[in-house]
């Protein structure tokens, strides 16, 4: 299993970037995925959920009508568009997928066991 995340980097609060996040290894399309993040100093926290068929999609609550995470099945790749950033959006970002405890919503950690590297977002003026 392999993740290649790309997209990262610095913009000025307001600005927007995309995540992409490349599968290989499994069969993606048959798997729930997830956006989470990490900022300095705290825990990893969810950001977006999207189920394999694109049938339920949530958001954290610090994250919900910026972020639009997607999925292309046919090129094994996930996104996350990311609009008005703010300071607050600064923290590692990963892209996971769900290997337990999957039928419904989960934003549980421990039921990820795939996990990409991590690509750094920061936003500063």
């Known amino acids: 299993v392999q993740f290649v995340e790309s997209g990262g980097g610095l913009v000025q609060p307001g600005g927007s970037l995309r995540l992409s996040c490349a599968a290989s290894?499994?069969?993606?399309?048959?798997?729930?995925m997830s956006w989470f993040r990490q900022a300095p100093g705290k825990e990893r926290e969810f950001v977006a959920y999207?189920?394999?068929?694109?049938?339920?999609?949530v958001y954290s609550d610090s994250v919900k009508g910026r972020f639009t995470i997607s999925r292309d099945n046919g090129k094994n790749t996930l996104y996350l568009q990311m609009d008005n950033l703010k300071p607050e959006d600064t923290a590692v970002y990963f892209c996971?997928?769900?290997?337990?405890?999957?039928?419904?919503?989960?934003?549980?950690?421990?039921?990820?066991?795939?996990w990409g590297q991590g690509t750094q977002v920061t936003v500063s003026a």
């Open positions: 290894g499994f069969t993606f399309r048959n798997y729930v």
């Open positions: 999207i189920d394999a068929l694109v049938s339920n999609i």
């Open positions: 996971a997928a769900c290997t337990k405890e999957c039928m419904d919503f989960t934003s549980e950690l421990s039921n990820y066991g795939y």
